[in-house]
Structures are given as structure tokens and as C-alpha cells.
T-cell receptor, first 115, second 113 residues
């Protein structure tokens, strides 16, 4: 079946603009995760959803970052007033549940460049 | 807090050489442990995992054993191939943490003919 998909694959934006990144999880997966991969910080957790609620937003770097999930499926990560330090690859993953040890399946990522 | 420490890369090996990539962790309780791999131009994919002490995860000739006494999960392969060239990430999740992954910094492996 289809894996996790993300769009756009690449995004170039100007500093100060808002961007929206989209994630389509594997059908039937109730848990959805956002991570960020950057040269300076490695792979870091941002936020996760169980269904449509977000029990853990602790990894969001600032209040410019927000995310939502609707219908227990698609999720959107929004970055407002982008800064150059937001440049990174944003990864989405989904898993059958939020149970510890459950395998997460990753999408190809969105590469964001803020000029 | 929870953390994962991996050996620094890059690691360069000749084909058919033995591979070890060290991984140690700090975590509350007993975590689940994972190795993820990122091939050039591709997304992260699970290589293997172990969810309790003394478990051995294995896949594609790679193995790792969950050692509680040394808090380690070292990745090994007896004979590497050029196609194993990739970045390898050790990671963990903890009970009550919503299954969010804490990653090590990654180790780049380059296998040459």
C-alpha cells in the first residue's frame, strides 16, 4: 500500500513569510509525528498526534510553529514569519498506535530553505 | 532526560569488512531501541529494533543486541557491501512518551570496493 507522503518536496521562501507543510500518513495509522533534520541539531522531535489531538508539543521550537490534524488523517505543520534558522528537512512519520516500540514509517520529507 | 550517543563518523570500510557502529543510551526505565537507516536520496527507514533487554534485532544481515547492563545497542554486520553505504541512526522510545523517537546524531558509513 501507499506509504507516508509529504508535500511539497522542496520549498524556498523568503524570511518573514509563512509556510505550510503537509503530511498524509499511512491509512489506518492513528499516531502521526513531526521531526526536523538539520545540520546543526540532527534529528529532533517536534510534535505528535494521537487521532486529532496533540498530547506532546514539547519539541516545537517557538510559538511561530503550529500543527493540526483533521479527520485523524492529514496533518499540516505551519511556520509563521519564517527565519533562516528554520531551514531544515521536515519529516513526518506515522504508526499504528502511540504504543511504545511501535514502528514509525517516515515520509520523504520537505526540504525548506529560508532565504 | 533521554539521550542517545553514537560513534562519530564517517566510517569508511572496504567491501566484506566487519562493521560495528557503537550506540549507548541514557533513559528512564527500560526503553525500546531502534536502528534507522537513510540511504542517499531516500527517506528514513527502520532497519531493526528490540523492545526488551537481551532481545536481538536483525535484518538484512545487520544485528544489534539490547544490553541493559551496558546500556548499549551496537550495530554489527559481518560483511558489508557497497550498497550498505548510508547514514545510520540509533534511537529510542520510552514508556509513557507517546512513542516519540529520540535519535543519536547519525553515523555515515561509506563502503568502498
Amino acid at each position: 500500500g501507499a506509504g507516508v507522503s509529504q508535500s511539497p518536496s522542496n520549498k524556498v521562501t523568503e524570511k518573514g513569510k509563512d509556510v505550510e507543510l503537509r503530511c498524509d500518513p499511512i491509512s489506518g495509522h492513528t499516531a502521526l509525528y513531526w521531526y526536523r533534520q538539520s545540520l546543526g541539531q540532527g534529528l529532533e522531535f517536534l510534535i505528535y498526534f494521537q487521532g486529532n489531538s496533540a498530547p506532546d508539543k514539547s519539541g516545537l521550537p517557538s510559538d511561530r510553529f503550529s500543527a493540526e490534524r483533521t479527520g485523524g488523517s492529514v496533518s499540516t505543520l505551519t511556520i509563521q514569519r519564517t527565519q533562516q534558522e528554520d531551514s531544515a528537512v521536515y519529516l513526518c512519520a506515522s504508526s499504528l498506535s502511540q504504543q511504545e516500540g511501535e514502528t514509525q514509517y517516515f515520509g520523504p520529507g520537505t526540504r525548506l530553505l529560508v532565504l | 532526560g533521554n539521550s542517545v550517543t553514537q560513534m562519530e563518523g564517517p566510517v569508511t570500510l572496504s567491501e566484506e569488512a566487519f562493521l560495528t557502529i557503537n550506540c549507548t543510551y541514557t533513559a528512564t526505565g527500560y526503553p525500546s531501541l531502534f536502528w534507522y537507516v537513510q540511504y542517499p536520496g531516500e527517506g528514513l527507514q527502520l532497519l531493526l529494533k528490540a523492545t526488551k533487554a537481551d532481545d536481538k534485532g536483525s535484518n538484512k544481515g545487520f544485528e544489534a543486541t539490547y544490553r541493559k547492563e551496558t546500556t548499549s545497542f551496537h550495530l554489527e554486520k559481518g560483511s558489508v557491501q557497497v550498497s550498505d553505504s548510508a547514514v545510520y541512526f540509533c534511537a529510542l522510545t520510552v514508556t509513557g512518551g507517546g512513542n516519540k523517537l529520540t535519535f543519536g546524531t547519525g553515523t555515515q558509513l561509506k563502503v568502498e570496493l
